[in-house]
């Protein structure tokens, strides 16, 4: 009997990653030979690494910039090279399906995907669908939305509604552990702070502004990004982590509230969680507004509060979270209301139904 054999691909941040990382182990438990292309230098990499089981393959990829860029004339290159690296590896590999999460990477292995004759399948977290996949979205046999508000803007023939892809393990926390991680005591309200796999420069320096503040009514961790760790503000009650991984679960046990971006993976494991949220999304200036638009949608139904980066001072972000703490058992009500999917296994069947056997 042939080996069954399944690649995976998406990267560029930790969202385009994480729903990979809830649904590879499914098929590395039931046998299948999995494989997973992205980028040279990317946040994928290491987290796609850490994984038993699973061979990682670097291609060229392009950044798909919005704003003028020299580097814009270069990436077309770029991505035809990442093409056909795909490509090859795609015909070495003869994959029954190919799953996307989405990233400027997933672009060349769709198109590749297309040429081989192999089907692939996409999933697309946020509200909108991003250039990535409104670039692939031609190349794929199957879209799955996790916002029920996205099919308007997807191709009705190939979308699904599937609801958030939530990993496990997030409810797998250990109190004890988080307490121990960060020196906390049970004696005062935890505030999650996180601005993205990357971090957020604008968040880490309006939290350190008005820290003393802050810490006055919360213990406070803070996931800052790669080197934004500042030992110059180091004392009780405040910890600082680049990134978090495996211990992030018991984190979240001990953690009351969060503030953070509005990537939609991120946003609705928050919800999942039950955490009281203040939301920060990206501006339209740095983006192409889907975290607004996530964060907007959150907020009608009650889940979070919102403050826009552009309205990102020491006040509004003292008053904000005062606001949030306020309000958290009518937000925990709301979030009661709100029922975690089977998403998982939804995305599990879709790639199953898609797969190719010889």
């Given at each position: 009997?042939?080996?069954?054999?399944?690649?995976?691909?998406?990267?560029?941040t930790?969202?385009?990653?994480?729903v990979?990382?809830?649904?590879?182990?499914?098929f590395l438990?039931?046998?299948w030979?999995v494989?997973?292309?992205?980028?040279?230098?990317g946040i994928?990499?290491?987290?796609?690494q850490?994984?038993?089981?699973?061979?990682?393959?670097?291609?060229?990829?392009?950044?798909?910039?919005r704003?003028?860029?020299?580097?814009?004339f270069?990436?077309?290159?770029?991505?035809?090279?990442g093409t056909?690296?795909?490509?090859?590896?795609?015909?070495?590999?003869?994959?029954?399906?190919?799953?996307?999460?989405?990233?400027?990477?997933?672009?060349?292995?769709?198109?590749?995907a297309?040429?081989?004759?192999?089907?692939?399948?996409?999933?697309?977290?946020?509200?909108?669908?991003?250039?990535?996949?409104?670039?692939?979205?031609?190349?794929?046999?199957?879209?799955?939305?996790?916002f029920?508000?996205?099919?308007?803007?997807?191709?009705?023939?190939?979308?699904?509604?599937?609801?958030?892809?939530?990993?496990?393990?997030?409810?797998?926390?250990e109190?004890?552990?988080?307490?121990?991680?960060?020196?906390?005591?049970?004696?005062?309200d935890?505030?999650?702070i996180?601005?993205g796999?990357?971090?957020?420069?604008?968040?880490?320096?309006?939290?350190?502004?008005?820290?003393?503040?802050?810490?006055e009514?919360?213990?406070?961790?803070h996931?800052?990004?790669?080197?934004?760790?500042?030992?110059?503000y180091e004392?009780?009650g405040?910890?600082?982590?680049?990134?978090?991984?495996?211990?992030?679960?018991?984190?979240f046990?001990?953690?009351?509230?969060?503030?953070?971006?509005a990537g939609?993976?991120?946003?609705?494991?928050?919800?999942?969680?039950?955490?009281?949220?203040?939301?920060?999304?990206?501006?339209?200036?740095?983006?192409?507004?889907?975290?607004?638009?996530?964060?907007?949608?959150?907020?009608?139904q009650?889940?979070?509060?919102?403050?826009?980066?552009?309205?990102?001072?020491?006040?509004?972000?003292?008053?904000?979270?005062?606001?949030?703490?306020?309000?958290?058992?009518?937000?925990r009500?709301?979030?009661?209301e709100y029922?975690?999917?089977?998403?998982?296994?939804?995305?599990i069947?879709?790639?199953?139904?898609?797969?190719?056997w010889?």
């Amino acid at each position: 009997m042939k080996e069954k054999q399944i690649i995976f691909t998406g990267g560029g941040t930790a969202g385009h990653v994480m729903v990979n990382l809830a649904i590879i182990p499914y098929f590395l438990e039931n046998g299948w030979k999995v494989d997973y292309i992205g980028s040279k230098n990317g946040i994928e990499k290491d987290l796609i690494q850490s994984l038993r089981g699973v061979t990682y393959h670097s291609i060229s990829t392009g950044k798909l910039r919005r704003y003028f860029s020299i580097e814009n004339f270069k990436d077309p290159f770029k991505v035809l090279n990442g093409t056909g690296q795909a490509h090859r590896i795609i015909g070495k590999k003869k994959p029954a399906v190919i799953f996307s999460k989405g990233g400027f990477v997933s672009v060349p292995v769709l198109a590749a995907a297309k040429m081989r004759g192999v089907p692939a399948v996409i999933h697309e977290s946020d509200y909108t669908p991003g250039l990535a996949n409104k670039l692939a979205i031609p190349f794929a046999r199957k879209v799955l939305a996790t916002f029920p508000e996205t099919m308007k803007y997807l191709p009705e023939e190939k979308a699904t509604y599937i609801g958030a892809v939530v990993r496990e393990e997030l409810f797998q926390g250990e109190r004890n552990k988080g307490y121990k991680l960060t020196g906390f005591t049970g004696g005062k309200d935890v505030l999650l702070i996180m601005g993205g796999s990357a971090g957020s420069k604008k968040i880490n320096d309006a939290v350190r502004d008005n820290l003393d503040t802050l810490l006055e009514h919360f213990q406070i961790i803070h996931i800052c990004g790669k080197d934004n760790v500042d030992t110059a503000y180091e004392q009780q009650g405040y910890v600082q982590f680049e990134y978090v991984q495996d211990e992030l679960k018991d984190l979240f046990a001990i953690t009351d509230f969060v503030c953070s971006r509005a990537g939609a993976n991120a946003i609705f494991e928050f919800l999942a969680l039950r955490k009281p949220m203040l939301l920060i999304p990206l501006s339209r200036q740095a983006s192409r507004g889907d975290q607004i638009l996530n964060a907007r949608s959150f907020e009608k139904q009650g889940y979070c509060k919102v403050l826009e980066e552009e309205d990102l001072e020491k006040a509004s972000l003292e008053e904000k979270l005062l606001a949030l703490k306020k309000e958290k058992y009518t937000i925990r009500e709301k979030m009661l209301e709100y029922q975690v999917s089977e998403a998982k296994q939804k995305v599990i069947d879709a790639i199953l139904q898609q797969a190719k056997w010889d």
